[in-house]
């Protein structure tokens, strides 16, 4: 049995200035992609899971990259080039792709359902075709038509993207050996969600996942999902949904478990709220200011890079720079490339002077003036602590970076958390490891490319009338 797998995986925030281009994408073709851990999240499960049934792997290409603005239509076109190199030139019995599912290309909303054409096309309709996705996947029809089977994330933050690979390949699997033939139920719901507002652990996400766990247990379905979408895009396939793939004698079932499952996630819509303690930006700092535990990690949810943001705004930090109440506080990470050359240049203990980052929305630089305390260059990006004159210590980068979602990349740049009372993450939802560090946390819903305020982006693609921008959505409508 051969299966050729691959990966495209891009969460595109079509609000972010700029366009990604292909050299933001780590990528890998044959052979190297089995030989990487850098491109793809649930590659590895798919990987393995095929592995252990002794079947014969065509890696064909990977590409994925932090998510950040629109793609740009020559980066997709290599991918998917590269993937139909491959597949027409080889005979597969199957195909498991780890792709995201909310990639937004130049003249494209819907890139995933045109990747999946193309493969649909290259093998014929015989070969079955299954997916992982991410839980913020936006799923379109054409998606849905050239897919056999699909499995998503159930954990926000993703902390089973291997076990959702495993998924894909086990569905995969059962179809290629004729032990079941696949369909799907879905339902798209007209509502948009923030995922600061739907983490699995919180309510009412916990109850809706644990519906899912229940579907499973259901004759003829397979597996079960709800995908959230991506509100900071602004594409006319906007929604949340359900999506259930089963087994074709039990295609009644499955329709009928995924209107059952969009119904119970319509009749929450008003129950989903911010996960964290929400307060505007001075509020934020000011309640930071009260709290006696340290230290306080504040997200500064309208610029994080994991969403697609610059991670470049220094709204936040001008303000902490205008208080004496905050002790010493930690902003990670400004990415500013003309500054962190200036920060690079200077040694340990040298005086500098930036126009750093910028303030949203009018892109004015801060003019900040500092020491520098260390530099630090990880396999990822190169960074440098500057201790800055107003009493913040910032941490700056050459380019943008999820790195310190990890706290131990802070404590490389020999910080000690614990005496820190306020420390600020160009974050939405912490990591489960900033979770464990944080005393008490905090979102600051500062303005930016991933405004939590959904209500005040310029949409002007999306379906309507959606919730909650038009609270009086009816569905079915
Ligand atoms: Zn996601």
Not at 422 to 430: E, F, I, N, R
Request: include cysteine; glycine fraction near 8%; charge should be negative.
């Amino acid at each position: 049995m051969r299966i050729a797998v691959g990966t495209m995986s891009h969460e595109t925030n079509t609000f972010a200035a700029g366009s990604t281009k292909l050299e933001a994408f780590s990528t890998a073709i044959d052979a190297d992609l089995l030989k990487t851990n850098e491109v793809g999240r649930s590659l590895s499960g798919i990987v393995d899971t095929l592995e252990e049934e002794a079947v014969e792997i065509v890696p064909t290409v990977g590409a994925s990259a932090l998510p950040s603005a629109t793609v740009k239509r020559e980066a997709f076109d290599w991918v998917k080039q590269r993937l139909l190199d491959r597949l027409t030139s080889e005979d597969v019995d199957g195909v498991c792709l780890d792709l995201h599912g909310s990639m937004f290309v130049e003249g494209e909303p819907d890139p995933e359902g045109e990747l999946l054409s193309a493969v649909r096309n290259a093998v014929g309709n015989d070969v079955p075709i299954t997916s992982a996705l991410d839980m913020h996947a936006t799923i379109t029809e054409r998606m849905v038509e050239q897919l056999d089977g699909i499995a998503g994330y159930r954990t926000a933050p993703h902390t089973d993207v291997y076990e959702t690979g495993v998924r894909a390949a086990n569905l995969l699997l059962a179809a290629v050996r004729g032990e079941a033939s696949l369909v799907m139920g879905w339902k798209q719901l007209p509502m948009i969600l923030a995922g600061e507002k739907s983490e699995s652990e919180a309510e009412p996400m916990r109850t809706l996942v644990d519906l899912l766990r229940k579907a499973d247990r259901i004759d003829g379905v397979y597996d079960a999902n709800y995908f959230l979408g991506f509100p900071w895009a602004d594409t006319p396939h906007m929604g949340c949904h359900s999506l259930v793939t089963g087994g074709v004698s039990a295609s009644a079932v499955v329709d009928e478990t995924a209107a059952e499952l969009a119904q119970e996630f319509w009749q929450r819509r008003h129950d989903f709220a911010f996960t964290t303690e929400a307060h505007t930006p001075s509020t934020a700092l000011d309640e930071a200011a009260k709290i006696s535990v340290r230290p306080v990690v504040i997200a500064d949810t309208g610029d994080i890079p994991g969403a697609g943001a610059g991670e470049n705004t220094t709204n936040l930090l001008s303000e902490i720079l205008n208080r004496t109440d905050l002790g010493t506080p930690l902003i990670a990470i400004i990415a500013d490339a003309d500054s962190y050359d200036i920060c690079y240049e200077a040694s340990v203990g040298t005086t500098i002077s930036l126009s750093l980052g910028h303030v949203y929305p009018d892109r004015t630089p801060l003019e900040v003036t500092g020491t520098v305390v260390k530099h630090l260059k990880t396999d990822a990006v190169r960074t440098s602590l500057i201790s800055l004159d107003g009493g913040a210590d910032v941490v700056i980068s050459d380019s943008r970076t999820n790195v310190h979602r990890d706290p131990e990349f802070v404590r490389r740049l020999g910080i000690d958390l614990t005496t820190r009372d306020v420390v600020v993450l160009k974050s939405g939802y912490l990591s489960p490891a900033w979770k464990d560090v944080a005393a008490k946390r905090l979102f600051a819903l500062t303005p930016g490319e991933t405004n939590q305020r959904l209500t005040q982006l310029p949409y002007k693609r999306i379906p309507r009338p959606i919730y909650p921008l038009d609270n009086d959505t009816t569905w079915p409508s």
